[in-house]
């Protein structure tokens, strides 16, 4: 059983991803992002891949068991606030972590439903996109996907806005309450768009791109800190905002290390929400 949300003394948030030993994404980026939101965080390991700025080169796909038992020792002894997905790998973890999420109750799930890395290596096992779209989107407060990801859940081209619309659609059509469709993949501005399925609005999430290379593990970033943000009880709405705000500041003071895609500055992302320079606005 979830331990009372009142006894615990700070807002907790758990990942359920894959490890970077690169440390740019994954539960790596995942922790650093909770961290710096003043969010304890915990992890379940789902796989352990070799992987740098340039190329994932290799992935070990832990078993469904050990995945099972983390998430029950978190669960059944802290509890969470808030939970996100990353990289799930294979069709068995995803039906593992959708069972895990429906025996512990867990609410405030953010699904990042991981795919390719940056580098363009395969993440999720092309059978476990069934059970993304019926096993673990139905559970998800919000899906994050980017435009490739939210082509591949919903089959529908995107090549404008009402494109992005009607994929939201789709997506929330299977029992999420919202979808949020990352726009870095798109062309222009960087802009995200929050379809929230109760209301039937969408929401403009704002971003100027950035000039810079360096952009490994956003995607991450983007949905940690939003699971961090409805961890500490804010409004989804004011989560996304916030989101945002954190990952467009940590891509612009994004670090060059590594001879590809460098990744992306948590420390000065969470320092400039804290001095009051990267909020979004109340909602």
Do not use: W
């Given at each position: 059983?979830?331990?009372?949300?009142?006894?615990?003394?700070?807002?907790?948030?758990l990942?359920?991803?894959?490890?970077?030993?690169?440390g740019?994404?994954?539960?790596?980026?995942?922790?650093?992002?909770?961290?710096?939101?003043?969010?304890?965080?915990?992890?379940?390991?789902?796989?352990?891949?070799?992987?740098?700025?340039?190329?994932?080169?290799?992935v070990?796909?832990?078993?469904?068991?050990?995945?099972?038992?983390?998430?029950?020792?978190?669960?059944?002894?802290?509890?969470?606030?808030?939970?996100?997905?990353?990289?799930?790998?294979?069709?068995?973890?995803?039906?593992?972590?959708?069972d895990?999420?429906?025996?512990?109750?867990?609410?405030?799930?953010?699904?990042?439903?991981?795919?390719?890395?940056?580098?363009?290596?395969?993440?999720?096992?092309?059978?476990?996109?069934?059970?993304?779209?019926?096993?673990?989107?139905?559970?998800?407060?919000?899906?994050?996907?980017?435009?490739?990801?939210?082509?591949?859940?919903?089959?529908i081209?995107?090549?404008?806005?009402?494109?992005?619309?009607?994929?939201?659609?789709?997506?929330?059509?299977?029992?999420?309450?919202?979808?949020?469709i990352?726009?870095?993949?798109?062309?222009?501005?960087?802009?995200?768009?929050?379809?929230?399925?109760?209301?039937?609005?969408?929401?403009?999430?704002?971003?100027?791109?950035?000039?810079?290379?360096?952009?490994?593990?956003?995607?991450?970033?983007?949905?940690?800190?939003?699971?961090?943000?409805l961890a500490?009880?804010?409004?989804?709405e004011?989560?996304?905002?916030r989101?945002?705000?954190?990952?467009?500041?940590?891509?612009?003071?994004?670090?060059?290390?590594?001879?590809?895609?460098?990744?992306?500055?948590?420390i000065?992302?969470?320092?400039?929400?804290?001095?009051?320079?990267?909020?979004?606005?109340?909602?």
């Amino acid at each position: 059983m979830q331990q009372d949300q009142g006894r615990r003394p700070c807002p907790v948030a758990l990942t359920i991803a894959g490890s970077d030993s690169g440390g740019g994404a994954g539960i790596q980026a995942d922790l650093k992002t909770f961290t710096t939101l003043g969010v304890y965080g915990m992890s379940v390991i789902t796989a352990v891949t070799a992987q740098n700025t340039t190329a994932v080169t290799g992935v070990e796909v832990l078993p469904v068991a050990s995945v099972t038992a983390q998430i029950d020792a978190a669960m059944d002894d802290i509890g969470c606030d808030a939970a996100k997905t990353g990289m799930l790998a294979t069709a068995e973890i995803v039906a593992a972590v959708a069972d895990g999420v429906r025996r512990h109750a867990i609410a405030n799930l953010v699904v990042d439903p991981v795919m390719i890395s940056k580098s363009g290596h395969t993440l999720l096992d092309e059978d476990a996109c069934d059970n993304v779209r019926s096993l673990l989107l139905p559970l998800a407060l919000v899906v994050t996907p980017n435009i490739p990801e939210a082509e591949a859940l919903t089959g529908i081209s995107i090549d404008s806005p009402g494109d992005i619309i009607a994929a939201a659609e789709a997506i929330c059509s299977t029992g999420c309450r919202a979808a949020i469709i990352k726009g870095g993949h798109a062309s222009g501005d960087a802009d995200d768009h929050l379809y929230i399925a109760e209301s039937g609005r969408t929401i403009t999430l704002a971003g100027d791109r950035i000039a810079t290379g360096n952009t490994h593990g956003t995607g991450c970033t983007f949905s940690a800190a939003l699971a961090a943000s409805l961890a500490c009880g804010l409004s989804l709405e004011h989560s996304a905002y916030r989101a945002k705000k954190y990952v467009t500041a940590a891509i612009a003071h994004a670090l060059p290390l590594g001879k590809g895609h460098g990744p992306t500055n948590h420390i000065a992302a969470g320092e400039l929400l804290r001095d009051g320079r990267c909020t979004g606005p109340e909602r």
